[in-house]
Structures are given as structure tokens and as C-alpha cells.
């Protein structure tokens, strides 16, 4: 699905509404100039979460989400995706959501990885702003780490590195006078 709505050859590329959305947001945000392919698949991944997530619901706890749509009286989904674009044209561009993107991007790349484990790794990619580290063992969110400079993805520790960490401080604390 990605690959179809980045690809301009696509025969429905400009009628895409992740295309159309994507420029939406972009002329609410005054954004100067077209985006380059790279910008374009990020907001384009972007809007494919909020779409996923925040229109449709899935994979979160979702009486959140259907309490906010209820209150704006507000069922249809593509209403809901026009109303987040006009709304909240940001949200596109910057903020988790965005760094979820970025995740996708990592994962997509690498090979066997386009799976549901995918929006599980999204979704956990988000821990990283908020915990000092994020310790995994999943090579994925190693990549991230090494492939997408951002201060919060730096804090991803593997498993393996934690490890080895503990090994040479229990090896300095045996060695330590008592």
C-alpha cells in the first residue's frame, strides 16, 4: 500500500486520499515547496497511521478514540481523516506519530519485516520519548537507532549490550575491596 501511494506512475497517484491528504495538510501549513520523495513517504506513512489509528481505531484502546469521534458526532472514518487534516495539520508532520512513521520506514527496508509486528513496533517506537532507555532485544529498533539520527532513538539499548554492561559491572563489583 505504501509503495502504491508514493509511486507517481500509479494511475490514481493524484486522487490517492493520502496524496490528497498529504497536500491538505500541507497548504494548511503554509509548507513552501512540494515535498521530496523522502518527506512525501514520511507524511504519507504518516497519514496512513492516523488513518489506521485514530479514524478507524485500530489497535488502540479504543473507547478513547470512539468517546473523541462521538463527541464531534463524527462516524464516517474518510470524515474523520478530512477532519484531523484540518484541524490538526501538524500532527502530520511532527510529534509520535511522525516518529512512528520513521519506524515503518526503518522496518520496511529491512528484509521480512512487512508483518503485523510492524504497527506493534510503531506503536512501541513511541516509548523512547518518554523512558530515559528502551531496552529491547528486537533488531529492528536497532536499525532505527543506527539509521534514523533523532535524540529519542538513541536511547534504544539491545538486550545483548545491556548484558554486557551488567557482566563488566558484576565482574568490577567481585574485584571491588570489602
Known sequence: MIDTICNKEYKNYEFDPFHLGM?????????PNPPDEKTERDI??????IFFTLCVGFELHNQIIEDFWEELKIE???????????????????????EMAQTAIVQLSMHKS?????VHDCFHSVYCYYANNFITGDAHFKSLRETTKHPAFERIIMVEEAERIWAKTKKKLTKAPT
Open 23 to 31: 497536500e491538505t495538510a500541507l497548504k494548511k501549513l503554509k509548507y
Open 114 to 118: 512487512k508483518s503485523r509486528g510492524l
Open 76 to 98: 464516517d472514518v474518510f470524515e474523520r481523516f478530512d477532519y484531523l487534516i484540518e484541524k490538526y495539520p501538524t500532527v502530520i508532520i511532527k510529534g509520535p506519530l511522525s
Open 44 to 49: 504519507k506513512i504518516s497519514l496512513t497511521l
